[in-house]
Every structure is written in C-alpha cells, then in structure tokens.
C-alpha cells in the first residue's frame, strides 16, 4: 500500500520487527522510533543501548534501509516531575545509541528526537523565535551540539492546523493551507512569508541560531490536517486537509527545492501524519482522524505524494461550512448503537468520580427516570464535560459518546451543556 503510494520514507513510533521484515528490499527508507519509558534504562547503561541496537536494527539492516533512530517522541513537551527526569536523560540516551552504531559501523544511520513545537517560548515574528527558558541550556544546547558534532537532523512536529484553529479570525485560512494569495513580513529580519509553515519553521531556525547553532538542518517529523473533528473544532474537514497536504507536497518536492525564507533551496523531509486514522484514539475527534486513509484502508482523498498531480486534475471535494469557530451550546451524549454493557460500565466510573456529577440521577431527583442506561450516560457524560472541558476533559468516554446541539433535556431534568 505504501509503495502505491509512491511515498519514499516511512516513519515507525516503535520498532516492530515484523513492520521492518515487510519493509524489506522496499527501498523506502525508514525512521524507527525507541519509546519514552527506554530512554532513561539506555541513558545509564551502555550495555542497555548496545543491544537496543543489536535486536532491533542490525537484523534488519541493510535491507530494510532504516535511516534514522528517533529517541522519545515529543519528551520535551511534559512536565510531571518525571518528565523532567528524562528531560536530563535524552542527549545522554542518544549519545549512547550513537555509540552503539558505532560499534557496529552504522554511522550512516542518524540519531535524533522529534519535538513539538510548544518547545519555543516566543516564535512569532520567526526573528524572535526563542526556546523555552527552562530547556533552553540544559536540554536543548546539548541537544544541538550532539545533533552538530553527529551531522544529524532537528526533527520537529509542526502543525499550522493548531495555531489556526486556535486564532482561526486573526490567521488567514489561506495562509495556514499554502493557498499563496496572503503574505506577511517579518519586520525583524525583512523576510517575507507566504505561508505559516515556514513561519514554524523558521522561528525554530533562529532560535538556534541564537543558541550558535545556524546550520542544522531540519526534518518535520510529522505534519498533516485533520479530515474531521468534534463540531467546536474548526477547520477539520475533508477539503482543508487535501488541500494542506497536496500543496505542502508539490512544495516540498519542488524543484528546484524551495526551502524557507531563512534557508531558500534547503531539502526538508518531511513525513506526513498519518497513513490511517486512528479509530481508538483517546482526546478531542481530530485525534482520530489525520490519515491519508479510513482504519480500513480506503483512501480519504486523492492525494500524488510525488507531486506532479496538477490541482485540477484531482477530483473535486463538496464545499464545507465548519471553517469558523462553532458558536452556541454543546451537550455531550451517548452514542448512539454503542454497547450498553460498555455505557452502563462508562456511568459507574464517571459518577463514582464524585464532584456531584451524578447527582441528578439518584433516585427521586429530577433526572433519575427514565431508568434508562442510555438516558443516564448522557446526563453523566454532559455533566462531567460541562464541568471538566476547562481542565481538558473531553467529550469521547473510550467512543462512546458523541457531540450534539440538540437540546437531550427534558421536562424538569435540565442536561449541562458547554457554551462556546
């Protein structure tokens, strides 16, 4: 399927071997990934490292032409006690593994650890870009030196879908989905941007600069647009996300290779998120749905990631109407055809949460009847997310429950919604 595609690099969030026999004599080239729970075992233990590397790379190697070893995925995004923990262990880690390749002649293989973009403290104008004051000597300056001394890369996940929805009134549309009719100047550095991907990318490009490193070359690690959401998600639809993704490809295959304002004609390779949705993914409905295909494999749209494919000669998607931020009442509901053993399961647990969120449904209260596992998971549901949206609770319960502007009250039970 891959190979249809004629997509040149797959990138892998672990190391699964029989994913990496498949890939074999494929000529793709592959990004394998060694999980956040390893990092700190490998960063004090050689031995540790040497036979991470010896089960899972020198097997496959040559044949499968791995191409990079991502240490974590996004670690520097958290900040439990914990985290910050293995903040201090991620260059050592990958200083190990370097070592490891080493021993076994494999340097042509890099090392590095993709990053989310919440690692700069400031990034517009893309002048200013500036790393967060708690990484920025202890964590990231190594980082760099490591990626320098090793001639690796700077992997980044960079999303313009998250800045735009987020300020989808003050960032033109067109100018997060490469459209080329919008433009903006950094008044700091002269440059002229054309679209906010660069504007990512190159905030990150002078805040290593300003570190003293300018010339690392960047990967985005991930990058993508979600082909549906939750209704107070703007944005995320079939048509926004073809045409983010057949436009950031005719970008970066472009030749002669365009680059970005602060490096012109720089090659960046880039790794689109995802191959399939995600059906069982927890979080907000984009979660879900990033996939160049359904969980089943059909294709959400047409998509060349050759880029040769003109504009017009894809097939045309229906015109959408969720571009603007939702504005009213939400309730949040059981799902309808889902399992009732599951609901009645999902009821127990939010309601023995405390908080009173149930509190309608005992007995004699204004909720209690209809006696219904249906009627009861929806008040629970509506009830925790009004209280706890602000906090990061959403509305999803493991799938089984769904948006809805349809007023579920009745009589006197009044159902909490959330207002936007």
């Known amino acids: 399927m891959i190979k249809s595609m004629k997509a040149g690099r797959v990138k892998l969030y672990d190391a699964n071997h029989e994913i990496l026999r498949l890939l074999s004599g494929t000529n793709l080239q592959v990004s394998i990934m060694i999980p956040n729970n390893e990092i700190s075992d490998i960063a004090n233990n050689q031995t540790r490292s040497d036979e991470w590397i010896l089960n899972n790379v020198v097997p496959f190697y040559p044949d499968t032409m791995i191409r990079f070893i991502l240490v974590g995925n996004e670690v520097?995004?958290?900040?439990?006690?914990?985290?910050?923990?293995?903040?201090?262990?991620?260059?050592?880690?990958?200083?190990?593994?370097?070592?490891?390749?080493?021993?076994?002649?494999?340097q042509i293989i890099?090392?590095?650890?993709?990053?989310?973009?919440?690692?700069?403290?400031?990034?517009?104008?893309?002048?200013?870009?500036?790393?967060?004051?708690?990484?920025?000597?202890?964590?990231?300056?190594?980082l760099l030196e490591f990626l320098n001394e090793t001639r690796s890369f700077f992997f980044v996940d960079a999303y313009p879908y998250f800045p735009w929805s987020a300020n989808p009134m003050d960032i033109n549309l067109d100018?997060?989905?490469?459209?080329?009719?919008?433009?903006?100047?950094?008044?700091?550095?002269?440059?002229?941007?054309?679209?906010l991907l660069d504007e990512m990318l190159d905030s990150l490009i002078f805040a290593m600069a300003k570190l003293g490193y300018p010339d690392i070359r960047l990967v985005i690690s991930e990058t993508g647009w979600p082909?549906?959401?939750?209704?107070?998600?703007?944005?995320?639809?079939?048509?926004?996300?073809?045409?983010?993704?057949?436009?950031?490809?005719?970008?970066?295959?472009a030749k002669p290779t365009i680059g970005t304002p602060a490096r012109p004609g720089v090659v960046i390779p880039t790794f689109i998120f995802a191959l399939f949705d995600e059906n069982q993914k927890s979080g907000p409905g984009t979660e879900r749905h990033w996939g160049l295909l359904s969980s089943d494999g059909s294709p959400n749209y047409d998509i060349d990631l050759t880029g040769r494919k003109s504009s017009v000669e894809y097939d045309p998607i229906p015109v959408v109407e969720n571009n603007v931020p939702f504005r009213g009442r939400l309730w949040c509901v059981a799902a309808r055809g889902v399992d009732l053993m599951e609901l009645g399961a999902?009821?127990?647990?939010?309601?023995?949460?405390?908080?009173?969120?149930?509190e309608e449904l005992t007995p004699g209260r204004e909720c209690y009847e209809p006696v219904s596992v249906h009627w009861h998971a929806s008040y629970a549901f509506s009830s925790y997310w009004a209280r706890f949206r602000s906090q990061g609770g959403s509305c999803y319960f493991n799938g089984l429950a769904e948006e809805t502007t349809i007023d579920p009250s009745s009589g006197l039970c009044r159902f909490p919604s959330v207002i936007f």
């Open 76 to 106: 520097l995004s958290y900040a439990s006690d914990r985290d910050r923990h293995v903040w201090t262990d991620l260059v050592p880690a990958m200083r190990r593994v370097w070592q490891s390749l080493k021993a076994q002649n494999l």
């Open 110 to 142: 890099r090392v590095g650890t993709p990053v989310a973009m919440d690692v700069l403290e400031t990034s517009f104008p893309p002048s200013i870009g500036t790393f967060r004051s708690d990484i920025r000597r202890t964590v990231v300056a190594p």
């Open 175 to 195: 100018f997060a989905l490469f459209n080329g009719n919008f433009e903006q100047i950094d008044r700091g550095s002269g440059l002229v941007y054309t679209n």
């Open 227 to 253: 082909t549906t959401g939750d209704i107070e998600q703007p944005g995320a639809n079939l048509l926004n996300a073809a045409m983010y993704n057949r436009n950031l490809v005719k970008r970066i295959m």
């Open 346 to 358: 999902a009821v127990t647990d939010v309601c023995n949460g405390g908080d009173g969120i149930c």
